[in-house]
RNA sequence: GGCGGAGUAGCUCAGUGGUUAGAGCACGCGGCUCAUACCCGCGGAGUCGUCGGUUCGAGUCCGACCUCCGCUACCA
């Protein structure tokens, strides 16, 4: 008997939609299932596609002036492109007019009407157009959409339609969810379905007049089936059904199907199983209904144009680091993943991906195997050396980390697995540390520093295999530095398992430093971590307004501690002080606040002269957004107690160097 | 309004009723010098949201309340 074929879905994506950093999540996270149980050894089909029978992309084209389908032929491919850069690797992209499609929605409702699951009824209520949906009418109030992402005006329909009976299937749901414990994923979510059910589930409208795009109802050509019966379909028209009976034994039902939380429990918890049900087909085993991203704090939105794009962004994150386009690809896929528990909302920020690119990348990773190269390179000439014994301790730290990430990748626990691989890395850095084979090496203790270091490598090794779902480009790069000959996309997960299996004698491929550390702002790392830059520092997240700042505060504002923590307050000596031409109060001051010079302006001409300040050391807010004062600019702020609007320089109590810090 | 979840270190979070409540990050100090100014070690004055209860013992169980979030319903 064949095995079972591990079948994951994304759902198919819109095609009026370029992928942002959203949906490219989703997929995302499902070829990181799809690789890592290719690397268990199981036979994976990995689906994805585009969803183009939409209203909404009759109308766009429209808009264009071209026929729908000329519309989806130029867009989808742009999907594949994206997906591509992304090192998503799907085994089947589905397209909805495809005929094995068309084929599969125009039968499954034939079916369905036979049985009586579908019957003729008649609709009469509000529509909302680009939404496609019903309204009752208590719903309306002023005409317009309740959606409120929409608001656009609905229309008052009296049309002949066809139903689902949902309502038929309440009781099957419910049963079907609980004696499937993990069916539907994450927990919290399973009870916002159940609770959805049991509230009462209303028949759905399953057709559409016919406006001359979608797939048409068998035998009456003058409606549309409704998207969302087309496009969940797709997950069976892939695994086969009715065209290759065969292939659908071996992979349905599906092992896992990942979608955002918006599509979870009406569509794909409810009206899924419920139309697989009718059909006489089971449900998948597993539906996972994933959190949301922000960025940089605020809801991705169209309008508000922070819908970034994943290439564009690793191709900044690249040309900021110097690393390989697809290792700053990696980079994203390890930071979306290992930032949060997957499941939950979570935001994306510019600091929060530098800052675990730099840490977890550059440093732990990176200059783990670039200390260890380095020195196999100046010990033993670039050649594996060939230990003494086995390192039990690393051997056994990492042995049990693998067994950490493969427990926690099965369950879809990510950041759980890429924490067990750190402490992999942390060990090879602690073992590094406490045998120090730069010290055995002087001591003329070959034979341990090249057990020390085969050890290392070894840690490198396994760490590349685990790693590898998550970032293939880098993993492969791993590999081939460390010489480890092979085809290495031909490992599998055993390997890791296993310790010594490095060859001793062969050539590295000598550091090359895979995650070049991002270098923000050369003098002031510490304000950097929390701090928003307000000027262009790169990547393509929009700059963000300061909405806490229009917030009238009758009250004394109090701010955190964090918010102290950004400031940057210094001691500063008066280099050099000139009255700014044309003005009486602005003094221009050259000041150094122990990262060099620089010229901040003043408000204190009325009350000092500028020869007299020569010398003196102030107190300066020195990471205030710089401006222009009468043509000068300032770049920080003087501070100084106010006396009745007179300014009174602020000074040490005794002399202190210049650039210390003030807290 | 109903249902559900959450509230633990500066931040993000772990924490089967049982000694002095943990991890990572950040911060501070020390060490090392192979390495991408990295890495390693050490450190912490936490009302475990509030109040009450059960118990020999509660972050953990129960009740009430406060705050935030999600789903759902907006029907007297």
Redesign the pocket.
């Given at each position: 008997m064949e095995e079972k074929v591990f079948y994951i879905t994304t759902p198919i994506y819109y095609v009026n939609d370029v992928p942002h950093i959203g949906n490219a999540y989703t997929t995302m996270v499902a070829d990181i299932v799809a690789r890592f149980q290719r690397l268990l050894g199981r036979e994976v089909l990995f689906a994805t596609g585009t969803d183009e029978h939409a209203i909404k992309v009759a109308e766009a084209a429209e808009a264009e002036g071209i026929d729908p389908k000329t519309f989806v032929d130029r867009i989808a491919p742009k999907f594949k492109e994206v997906w591509k850069e992304l090192e998503i690797s799907y085994d089947d992209f589905i397209r909805t007019p495809e005929p094995r499609h068309v084929r599969v929605v125009q039968e499954a409702f034939r079916r369905l009407r036979d049985s009586g699951d579908i019957y003729r009824g008649v609709y009469e209520g509000w529509y909302c157009v680009p939404d496609e949906t019903f309204f009752r009418e208590?719903e309306v109030t002023d005409g317009l959409c309740p959606n409120p992402e929409c608001r656009r005006p609905v229309q008052w329909v009296q049309e002949e339609t066809y139903y689902f009976r949902l309502s038929a299937y309440q009781d099957r749901l419910l049963q079907w969810i609980e004696s499937n414990p993990g069916c539907l994923q994450p927990e919290?979510r399973k009870?916002?379905v159940v609770?959805?059910i049991k509230?009462g589930l209303q028949d759905i409208s399953v057709s559409r007049a016919n406006r001359g795009w979608g797939i048409p109802v068998p035998d009456e050509p003058d409606k549309v089936i409704y998207v969302w019966f087309d496009a969940l379909l797709n997950y069976i028209t892939v695994a086969g059904w009715l065209s290759d009976e065969e292939k659908f034994h071996r992979t349905w039902p599906a092992d896992l199907q990942l979608m955002g939380?918006d599509i979870f429990?009406?569509f794909h918890s409810t009206f899924w199983p419920a139309m697989l049900m009718g059909l006489g087909i089971q449900p998948p085993r597993v539906l996972f209904g994933h959190g949301f991203w922000s960025v940089e704090g605020e809801k991705i939105s169209k309008s508000r144009g922070n819908a970034i794009s994943p290439a564009k962004l690793a191709e900044d994150l690249a040309s900021r680091s110097g690393a390989k386009r697809e290792v700053a690809v990696d980079a994203i896929r390890y930071f979306m993943v290992r930032e949060?528990?997957f499941g939950?909302d979570a935001d994306f920020s510019r600091s929060a991906l530098v800052?675990r690119f730099?840490?977890d990348?550059?440093?732990?990773?990176?200059?783990l195997?670039?200390?260890?190269l380095?020195?196999v390179g100046?010990y033993f000439d670039g050649v594996v050396p060939k230990p003494a014994g086995v390192a039990e301790e690393i051997k056994s730290e990492v042995l049990s980390a693998v067994a950490e990430c493969e427990t926690a990748l099965s369950s879809l626990e990510f950041a759980r697995g890429l924490e067990a691989i750190w402490r992999a890395v942390?060990a090879g850095?602690?073992f590094?540390?406490?045998r120090?084979?730069?010290?055995l090496m002087k001591e003329g203790k070959r034979e341990e520093a090249a057990t020390v270091l085969y050890s290392v490598l070894e840690t490198a090794r396994i760490v590349a295999i685990t790693l590898s779902p998550v970032m293939p480009s880098a993993a492969r790069e791993i590999w081939r530095q460390i010489g480890s000959p092979g085809d290495f996309e031909s490992v599998g997960w055993a390997a890791a398992l296993e310790w010594g299996v490095l060859p001793s004698g062969i050539m590295t491929a000598g550091?090359q430093?895979?995650?070049?550390?991002i270098e923000e702002r050369k003098r002031e790392?510490?304000a950097e971590?929390g701090a928003e830059s307000p000027v262009g520092a790169g990547f393509a997240i929009p700059p963000q307004q300061a909405p806490e700042e229009t917030k009238p505060e009758a009250e004394e504002p109090v701010i955190s501690?964090?918010e102290f923590k950004k400031l940057d307050i210094r001691v500063a000596e008066i280099k050099s002080a000139e009255q700014v031409a044309g003005t009486d109060k602005l003094l221009q001051l050259t000041v150094d606040p122990g990262d060099g010079e620089r010229t901040i302006v003043a408000g204190i001409a009325q009350w000092y002269e500028p020869e007299k300040l020569l010398g003196k050391k102030i107190v300066l807010l020195a990471n205030l957004q710089p401006a222009k004062i009468r043509g000068v600019e300032s770049r920080g702020m003087l501070l100084a107690a106010d006396v009745d609007g007179r300014a009174i320089i602020l000074t040490p109590d005794e002399d202190v160097p210049s650039g210390a810090k003030v807290r």
């Open positions: 208590s919290f009870n916002e609770s959805f509230h939380k429990v009406r949060v528990p939950v800052h730099n840490s990348l550059a440093n732990d990773l990176g200059n195997l670039n200390r260890t380095s020195m100046s942390s850095n602690r590094v540390d406490e120090a084979p730069w010290r550091p430093p895979i995650f070049p550390r790392p510490k971590a501690y964090d």
